[in-house]
């Protein structure tokens, strides 16, 4: 690309480190990491998906632009505590899924990378599925068979749920970011569980990769340099629930991590890259240190620890015009040079405190990256 080649990325990166006033700190999500990104697509959610091959290309190019820390030299770096001679970046992955150990891990552990696991407690150690990958399943099933958010069965409110998610005959992908920017997340967990039965899936189970890690994965890549957080309990978007619920739903999986790891666990990942000034207050009182969202830009000196801006990358993040894999493409994501184009707009994930006496069953939220 010219921009890599001319030089125009990094005079463009230099400008942004004067105007901020110091090194910035790029934070990058994944959540899977697969064997076979092609196969896998075929039968899971892509845009979560990124193939080990890719990952280490990534990971390769992101050491030649910055110095790749763990998260609490990161956050140093940010208030100031600690000088470094390059742009800074952490690695993180979000779900905890086990194809994180199985191909992420070998690879970090191979170029002496660090980076944070954040994970749901409630599936550590079980075979239970994600909602969101259970919810994918079904609306894809709806779709290969044809069948309608009336015709499927459910009754409400899930019906008029699937009827809204669907608007515009949008596909499955599109269908879940809508339930989950602006359902409730037990509500959706019951739709999963209706769909599921009604489509015959109750049964079906997935690839090993999509299951959640174990206590012993956890604690070997912590041993490693790779460090768990949290992500609620049960995969929970707070900002959908009250307060009061968002609150126990925090304490609850700081306490099952902490017990099930024997160690403390500080940082916090926001699900769906949500977040409020009550949820992050809450974080606070539990004794979190950080908080991250999914909003695609890098962070400054200076910036609100409870809202750490992330940048979500897939297989697709490095894909140039025909498909393949683009050193400089990944390059320019990495220095944030379309986002100093305004070429790309980060959603934000600021959303008010929930203080009402039930679920937010019908908030109207815009879509954001899923985290």
């Known amino acids: 690309m010219a921009l890599h080649y001319s030089g125009a990325r990094e005079l463009l990166s230099a400008v942004q480190r004067r105007a901020v006033g110091g090194r910035r700190v790029l934070i990058l999500s994944y959540h899977r990491v697969v064997a076979d990104f092609a196969q896998e697509a075929k039968r899971s959610l892509h845009t979560l998906n990124i193939e080990q091959r890719t990952f280490r290309s990534h990971l390769e190019v992101l050491q030649e632009s910055h110095e790749v820390v763990s998260l609490d030299d990161a956050l140093s770096v940010l208030d100031g505590t600690r000088q470094a001679a390059r742009d800074v970046a952490v690695v993180t992955f979000d779900d905890g899924y086990r194809d994180v150990y199985r191909h992420a891990f070998p690879v970090m552990r191979d170029l002496r990378i660090p980076g944070v696991v954040y994970v749901p407690s409630a599936f550590v150690g079980t075979e239970r599925r994600l909602g969101h990958d259970r919810l994918f399943a079904a609306l894809r099933r709806m779709q290969a068979r044809g069948i309608g958010p009336m015709a499927v069965g459910v009754g409400n409110p899930g019906e008029r ?46 690839q090993e990769g999509e ?37 126990r739903e925090i304490a609850q999986c700081k306490a099952a991590l902490e017990k ?8 916090f990942a926001y699900c769906n890259g949500y977040y409020s000034a ?20 890098p962070n400054a000196p200076g910036v609100d620890p409870f809202a750490l801006k992330r940048k ?42 929930n203080f009402g006496t039930a679920g937010r069953a019908d908030a109207e939220q815009g879509i954001s990256a899923h985290g």
Not at 260 to 267: C, D, F, R, S, T
Not at 278 to 297: H, N
Not at 317 to 335: E, H, N, R, T, W
């Open 161 to 206: 749920w699937l009827i809204d998610a669907f608007e515009g005959n949008a596909e499955p992908q599109v269908a879940l970011e809508r339930l989950i920017a602006r359902r409730p997340t037990p509500g959706l967990l019951k739709l999963a569980d209706a769909l599921e039965d009604r489509l015959g899936l109750s049964s079906w189970r997935p």
């Open 211 to 247: 299951l959640p890690m174990s206590w012993e994965m956890l604690r070997e890549m912590d041993a490693q340099g790779i460090v768990t957080g949290a992500h609620t309990a049960e995969h929970t978007v707070l900002t959908n629930q009250r307060l009061d619920d968002a609150r």
């Open 312 to 353: 979500v990358l897939w297989e697709g993040s490095s894909a140039g015009v025909l498909g393949l894999y683009s050193k400089p493409l990944i390059a320019c994501q990495f220095d944030d040079t379309f986002g100093m184009l305004a070429v790309q707009k980060p959603v934000m994930g600021a959303r008010p405190t």
């Open 260 to 267: 099930g790891l024997k160690k403390p666990v500080k940082h």
């Open 278 to 297: 009550g949820v992050a207050q809450a974080l606070k009182a539990e004794g979190f240190i950080s908080a991250v969202t999914t909003e695609d830009m």
